[in-house]
């Protein structure tokens, strides 16, 4: 089994910054990569960004790209979810996920945090 948990979420005015934190506990071997994905009000389950613990794959959503950045620490066995320019249709429930591979598909991945909120004012 493997525990995450996210952490950094909360409410910020449009054009803002935040840092998200996903730290991952237990069975660290049996995963291979790491994903971000946001839902928003009323919208499917939408993938962000996700990276290998190798870092050799890097993926991103093009509403992600240029402006999100995903970066791990694998001493402390955390990834994070660096938030730049943020508008109001960012707002959404972030979900840190675990899984066999760095892909969009909510499928590959096994574990999958609580969430945290995000909130963009206008």
């Known amino acids: 089994q493997v525990q995450l948990v996210e952490s950094g979420g909360g409410l910020v005015q449009a054009g803002g910054s935040l840092r998200l934190s996903c730290a991952a506990s237990?069975?660290?071997?049996?995963?291979?990569?790491m994903g971000w994905f946001r839902q928003a009000p009323g919208k499917d389950r939408e993938f962000v960004t996700a990276?290998?613990?190798?870092?050799?794959?890097?993926l991103y959503a093009d509403s992600a790209k240029g402006r999100f950045t995903i970066s791990r620490d694998n001493a402390k066995n955390t990834v994070y979810l660096q938030m730049l320019s943020l508008k109001p249709e960012d707002t959404a429930v972030y979900y840190c996920a675990a899984g066999r591979a760095a892909t969009m598909y909510a499928a590959n991945y096994d574990y999958w945090g609580q969430g945290t909120q995000v909130t963009v004012s206008s």
């Open positions: 990276t290998t613990w190798s870092g050799d794959r890097l």
């Open positions: 237990g069975r660290r071997r049996d995963i291979y990569a």
